[in-house]
């Protein structure tokens, strides 16, 4: 299993869009996702900070993807 790359929220929201989620709502700083199927996620978005290991994965177990699948979506 390989690692991910450093990646903003700005980047992690784009793959998780493209994987097809939405953005349903803002509240400072957090951007909360919802897929059609009911999964969800929040992903905070700060400028010039990256998401950390522990984040990602969290987000990653909450959407339901490996890295793989992420991965394949960058």
Not at 7 to 22: D, N, Q, R, S, Y
Request: aromatic share 2%.
């Amino acid at each position: 299993m390989s690692k991910l790359p450093s990646l903003t929220g700005k980047e992690v929201i784009a793959a998780l869009c493209k994987a097809g989620f939405e953005v349903i709502r803002v509240r400072g700083s957090h951007h909360i996702l919802v897929h059609s199927d009911g999964r969800r996620t929040v992903v905070p978005v700060h400028a010039g900070e990256t998401i950390g290991t522990g984040l990602m994965t969290q987000i990653l177990r909450d959407c339901q993807l490996d890295r793989e699948e992420f991965r394949n979506l960058l």
